[in-house]
């Protein structure tokens, strides 16, 4: 079965920087695009961030562009997000998505 699992979430100071991990299994990981989500409280999930198979090509939303970086590793089926010049507005769950799957999310608060 499909499984992703992120991890890296927690809390940071604004300005600050996090990098978060998301596992995958269950699917041919090189495959598919992987995806970036967050949803903050009271608020829809929105995108944040996509990489194609090879990771030859990255999208970005507007709000993170020029501060947060996808990245993956197929040899480990692990996709990246590494985020700096982090914002109290970019507190939230952070979500990976591939092959229509989801994770469990992983929390980024900041905060001074």
């Known amino acids: 079965q499909v499984h992703l699992v992120e991890s890296g979430g927690g809390l940071v100071q604004p300005g600050g920087s996090l990098r978060l991990s998301c596992a995958a299994s269950?699917?041919?990981?090189?495959?598919?695009?992987m995806y970036w989500y967050r949803q903050a409280p009271g608020k829809e999930r929105e995108y944040v961030a996509h990489i194609t198979g090879t990771g030859g090509i990255t999208n970005y939303a507007d709000s993170v562009k020029g501060r947060f970086t996808i990245s993956r590793d197929n040899a480990k089926n692990l996709v990246y997000l590494q985020l700096n010049g982090l914002k109290p507005e970019d507190t939230a769950v952070y979500y990976c998505?591939?092959?229509?799957?989801w994770g469990q999310g992983t929390q980024v608060t900041v905060s001074s």
């Open positions: 998505r591939g092959y229509s799957y």
């Open positions: 269950g699917f041919t990981f090189s495959s598919y695009f």
